[in-house]
């Protein structure tokens, strides 16, 4: 099996995303934190936290108390030398190393597309979620889901390789037992994303050839992602008041 190559790791992807490894940087993340109302006295957990950068910006604009979890070591140690007082966790989401009923907030923003086992992710919040709790959701998605099976083919772990269907995603979450507080587009954030690449790079295909430093053919991962039509969106999710079963 070829070895997949994870993006979040190089430095072609962090020169053109910055520390959130994301589109928007920390502009649904403010939106977030205002439509759920989080405050200080709340327990946060950021799934897929990558360095910490998200982290660090709940802590020092908002004094949360935020973890962030990642299986990137590497990550990890950077962001442990860069920011100080936050806590990072290596880990995965499809195995959460928290109590049931521990937070009030989850935060997945542009990581819930690169996990392995989506449905096993979504129960592990589910159950790590407060009664009423509230799970915050940014991501890429496809607006034509028919070809984002061959993006599977692919050896890069990058969210753009896992774009979500966003009506079945919704029918996950909601069979789980979270309800839809709010479903926004947020597409032109990854546009804009997208121009800043192209004016460094020339062209996505070099982007992704140089961000993948793994034998992944550039132009046919970009040609499959052009038929995909990738969006990006915000969804905010509530867990029920009928806890964890």
Partial sequence: MTKSCNAYENKNMLEVTGTTLRPGGFILTD??????????????????????????????????????????QKLIAIGKDKYENINLINGRGEE????????????????????????????????VLKNYGYFVITDVYAKNPHFTDKLNTFSINSCMRGLHNLKTFREKLIRQGFEIMLLEDCSSMIKALMVKVIFSYGSMSVFWNKASECSVDGVEFQEILKNCKPGYFIMIARKGDKGYE
């Fill in 31 to 72: 939106k977030a934190v205002q439509f759920c109302k989080f405050s200080a006295r709340d327990q946060i957990m950021d799934l897929g936290s990558g360095m910490g950068a998200t982290v660090n910006y709940l802590y020092e604009k908002y004094g949360m108390n935020t973890v962030g979890i990642d299986p990137s």
């Fill in 96 to 127: 959460l190393p928290f109590e049931d009923e521990s937070f009030q907030g989850v935060f997945a923003e542009c990581t819930l597309s690169l996990m392995n086992d989506l449905n096993a992710v979504i129960e592990e919040v589910y159950r």
